[in-house]
């Protein structure tokens, strides 16, 4: 490997090889019934990592992915993560939830309670082993972190899914969509409890203040622009929430939500949206994916995270689907309907991915905890389209319940 390259053409065979290989995957291996691109970009991003390449090459590895090279990729993840988790905070659609306020908060705190408690029994069993919680981590904070991650339900991969499976638009789509987004509410929501800085909270509270007036402002200036002018103004207003949250000491992807969050998806084409969660997709957030995967850590002994992957992954599927069927029981749906819904509500993908890369960031969990997390995150996405897909088939009449 020549060493007169310089940093430039370094990081253009990196992105060369971030592009590359999961496509082939993708596309050769012909993996989209089980494991669509964004999955196999997720798994790249591992194979590309330290305990994957970095051990089998290491020369090539440490030539490839140099600090230099590094602090290049993150500056793009940090961006393209911003903006995804901008969108999924637009997305956010409440009003509907309310208007069905009984169902959607019974199964939406059915579909998080039970995992997440089911995830901290996981969690408390981690802790009586060393290497798992990180070195700025309370024992409260890793429990309910780790158990929080078990309950998530990406919304914006979910959507993904629901697409696929011909069903967004359609009145079941859009009944698991609202459970969804309230779950999303409480996951932005504990996060944000589990990073309060006791020793900064005044300077926190500041800023949720400051939000707060804020917001009514932007609100006000948004619902007067044209349409043209609120994407610009919508990216700065971004850009200065997910400041203003790192500043205080929460995190830049809590800003980027609640940035995202008080913006009302009416005042953007529908199509628009889609086509920029596209172009997301395909232009920045394959960087994250490898940066990711450069995070994961094997130092506990492979083995040992991959038995703890498991058991997160047991104790995310059962207390997602046990939730359901509680709710399903209560609520009197029909025999079938809890299954197909738990599945889809199981669906980690990338928030679950945000929301504990956050942790690692914030020293709560250790890198090999943050590996057994994402291979939870992968197993449980690939599941869910070859089990929901079949029951659909069977089940065609339910896809049109409103409720």
Same mark, same amino acid.
């Given at each position: 490997?020549?060493?007169?390259?310089?940093?430039?053409?370094?990081?253009?065979? #990196?992105?060369?090889?971030?592009f590359?290989?999961?496509?082939?995957i993708?596309?050769?291996? *012909?993996t989209e019934?089980y494991?669509?691109l964004?999955?196999?970009?997720?798994?790249?991003?591992?194979?590309? =990592?330290p305990g994957i390449?970095g051990?089998i090459?290491?020369d090539y590895?440490?030539?490839?992915?140099?600090?230099?090279?590094?602090? %290049?990729?993150?500056?793009i993840?940090?961006?393209?993560?911003m903006?995804?988790?901008w969108?999924?905070?637009?997305?956010?659609?409440?009003r509907? #939830? $309310?208007e069905?306020?009984?169902?959607?908060?019974?199964?939406?705190?059915? &579909?998080?309670?039970?995992?997440?408690?089911?995830? %901290?029994?996981?969690?408390?069993g981690?802790?009586?082993?060393?290497?798992w919680i990180?070195?700025?981590?309370?024992?409260?904070?890793?429990?309910s972190?780790?158990?929080?991650?078990?309950?998530v339900?990406?919304?914006?991969?979910?959507?993904?899914?629901?697409?696929?499976? %011909?069903?967004?638009?359609?009145?079941i =789509?859009?009944r698991?969509?609202?459970?969804a987004?309230?779950d999303?509410?409480?996951?932005?929501g504990?996060?944000?409890?589990?990073?309060?800085?006791?020793?900064?909270? =005044?300077?926190q509270?500041?800023?949720?203040?400051?939000? /707060?007036? &804020?917001?009514?402002?932007?609100?006000?200036?948004?619902?007067?622009?044209?349409?043209?002018?609120?994407?610009?103004?919508?990216?700065? $207003?971004?850009?200065?929430?997910s400041? +203003?949250?790192?500043?205080? =000491?929460? @995190?830049f992807m809590?800003?980027a939500f609640i940035? +995202?969050?008080?913006?009302?998806?009416?005042?953007?084409?529908?199509?628009q949206?889609?086509?920029?969660? @596209?172009h997301? !997709?395909l232009?920045?957030?394959p960087v994250?994916?490898?940066?990711t995967?450069?995070r994961t850590n094997?130092?506990?002994?492979? &083995?040992?995270v991959?038995i703890?992957?498991g &058991?997160?992954?047991?104790? %995310?599927?059962?207390?997602?689907?046990?939730?359901?069927h509680i709710?399903?029981?209560v609520?009197?749906?029909?025999? /079938?309907?809890?299954s197909?819904i738990? $599945?889809?509500?199981?669906?980690? /993908?990338?928030?679950?991915?945000?929301?504990?890369?956050?942790l690692?960031?914030?020293?709560i969990?250790?890198g090999?905890? !943050?590996?057994?997390?994402?291979?939870?995150?992968?197993?449980?996405?690939?599941?869910?389209?070859p089990?929901?897909?079949p029951?659909?088939? *069977?089940?065609?009449q339910?896809?049109f *319940?409103?409720?």
């Open positions: 490997m020549p060493v007169t390259m310089n940093t430039t053409e370094i990081f253009l065979i #990196a992105m060369t090889l971030i590359t290989l999961p496509y082939l993708w596309r050769v291996g *012909r019934y494991a669509p964004v999955v196999v970009q997720i798994i790249t991003g591992v194979l590309l =990592g390449l051990k090459f290491p590895y440490t030539f490839i992915f140099n600090p230099a090279v590094i602090q %290049s990729l993150n500056g993840a940090w961006w393209g993560v903006v995804f988790v969108i999924a905070g637009i997305e956010l659609d409440l509907k #939830a $309310w069905h306020r009984k169902e959607s908060l019974v199964t939406a705190g059915l &579909a998080l309670g039970t995992p997440l408690l089911f995830g %901290s029994v996981v969690a408390t981690m802790l009586m082993y060393s290497g990180g070195p700025h981590g309370m024992n409260w904070q890793f429990v972190g780790v158990g929080m991650a078990c309950a339900t990406a919304l914006p991969i979910l959507i993904l899914l629901l697409e696929k499976l %011909s069903i967004l638009r359609q009145p =789509g859009q698991i969509l609202r459970y987004s309230l999303d509410i409480a996951i932005w504990v996060l944000a409890l589990i990073l309060m800085d006791w020793a900064r909270v =005044g300077k509270l500041g800023f949720l203040l400051a939000f /707060g007036i &804020a917001s009514y402002l932007f609100r006000k200036l948004m619902a007067r622009l044209p349409e043209r002018d609120r994407w610009y103004v919508s990216l700065i $207003w971004l850009a200065l929430c400041f +203003g949250a790192d500043w205080s =000491g929460l @995190h809590v800003g940035a +995202g969050a008080v913006i009302d998806s009416v005042w953007f084409e529908q199509k949206m889609d086509l920029l969660r @596209h997301v !997709f232009l920045l957030m994250f994916f490898l940066s995967g450069l094997w130092a506990v002994g492979g &083995a040992a991959f703890a992957a &058991a997160l992954l047991a104790a %995310s599927l059962f207390g997602k689907l046990l939730g359901t709710a399903g029981k609520l009197k749906w029909e025999p /079938g309907e809890a197909i738990g $599945w889809l509500l199981q669906t980690k /993908g990338l928030i679950e991915i945000i929301f504990i890369t956050v690692l960031d914030k020293g969990i250790t090999e905890t !943050f590996t057994a997390l994402l291979l939870m995150a992968v197993a449980s996405t690939m599941l869910t389209v089990f929901v897909s029951r659909l088939e *069977r089940m065609k339910i896809i *319940r409103s409720k």
